[in-house]
């Protein structure tokens, strides 16, 4: 399975970024897939985390609210909507892919996502 993340770029604080990733090479539809972030010298956070069926997600406090994430399961892809952007959003933004869950039950845990995208970079200034 491979991933592909794109839809990074440069905005202004309050601007908005649409993220996507698509999966080949598996069925799509029974990852459960996640978002995770990595600033400059911190550690990889979790953003959130949508279910095989995309009817059950789970989003980090930090941004609920501003981040909203969807699949299309027919176009193999997941997408990370993120408006009102502020600087401290700053950070590269992975991809993740499950591929052990047999319930399709979504997590929190980077150790839970076994396949990861290249990342891509996403740079808010003010």
């Known amino acids: 399975v491979q991933l592909q993340a794109s839809g990074g770029g440069a905005v202004q604080a309050g601007g908005s970024l649409r993220l996507s990733c698509s999966a080949s090479g598996h069925t799509f539809s029974r990852l459960v897939m996640g978002w995770f972030r990595q600033a400059p010298g911190k550690e990889r956070e979790f953003v959130t985390t949508?279910?095989?069926?995309?009817?059950?997600?789970y989003y980090a406090d930090s941004i609920k609210g501003q981040f909203t994430t969807s699949r299309d399961n027919a176009k193999n892809t997941v997408y990370l909507q993120m408006n009102s952007l502020k600087p401290e959003d700053t950070a590269i933004y992975y991809c993740?892919?499950?591929?052990?869950?047999?319930?399709?039950?979504?997590?929190?845990?980077?150790?839970?996502?076994?396949?990861w995208g290249q990342g891509t970079q996403v740079t808010v200034s003010s």
């Open positions: 993740a892919a499950d591929n052990n869950s047999v319930s399709g039950a979504i997590s929190t845990y980077a150790d839970q996502y076994d396949l």
């Open positions: 949508v279910s095989w069926g995309g009817t059950r997600k």
